[in-house]
């Protein structure tokens, strides 16, 4: 079945540098990806999508690249900010019209 | 536009009582979802709605009963509550393909002593 993971469950960006978050998965047929950023007591947020079709995508300050050959995922941060600081999960899409959720990364934002 | 609401925000109830937590969208979004998110495990899907009087199971059913009898409302009931069913439950919602943004509530806090 499909799975979705994440490199490291932790990573430290100085304020103003970018950030890359990557991201495994592991179902060749998924067409679909999407990251969310979640703050602490919060529901996660939806940031960017992506699918399979394209390679890149961008959003303000965020985007999304995916390497289908490798099935490999990251989200790019440009010019981190303290907000930035949250746990951030990149879904794909498996069966039926349903998400599967990596673990996700905890980015913070040193000053 | 309130979006998408959950009640309550916390919970706590003893082993074997039931409970039911609510979800609310103003989106008419045909699919609705509920997740529970564990330390070490990410979100894991609940029970899934993809239309009003149609659901089904998700990645960990067992212990949760849903119903959708109107295409706004997403109830999640606990009919006996276990120590293990203590999560944060979210619920979330997405048009008419699945393959979709799921926009998330602000989650219910629940806690089974």
């Known amino acids: 079945g499909e799975s979705v993971g994440l490199h490291l469950p932790t990573l430290s960006v100085q304020e103003g540098d970018n950030s890359i978050i990557n991201c495994a998965y592991s179902n060749s047929a998924s067409d679909y990806f999407i990251w969310y950023k979640q703050e602490s007591g919060k529901g996660p947020q939806f940031i960017i999508d992506i699918r399979s079709n394209m390679d890149k995508r961008q959003g303000q300050r965020v985007t999304v690249l995916l390497n289908k050959t490798v099935k490999h995922l990251s989200l790019q941060i440009a010019a981190t900010q303290p907000g930035d600081s949250a746990v951030y999960f990149c879904a794909g899409s498996g069966t039926a019209s349903k998400l599967t959720f990596g673990t996700g990364t905890r980015l913070q934002v040193t000053l | 536009d309130a979006g998408i609401t959950q009640s309550p925000r916390y919970k706590i109830t003893e082993t074997g009582r039931q409970v039911t937590l609510m979800c609310h969208q103003t989106w008419s979004h045909s699919y609705m979802f509920w997740y529970r998110q564990d330390l070490g495990h990410g979100l894991r899907l609940i029970y899934y709605s993809a239309a009003a009087d149609i659901t089904d199971k998700g990645e960990v059913p067992d212990g949760y009963v849903v119903s959708r009898s109107k295409t706004e409302n997403f109830p999640l009931t606990l009919e006996s509550a276990t120590r293990s069913q203590t999560s944060v439950y979210f619920c979330?919602?997405?048009?008419?393909?699945?393959?979709?943004?799921?926009?998330f509530g602000p989650g219910t806090r629940l806690l089974v002593l």
């Open positions: 979330a919602s997405s048009e008419i393909s699945g393959n979709l943004p799921q926009y």
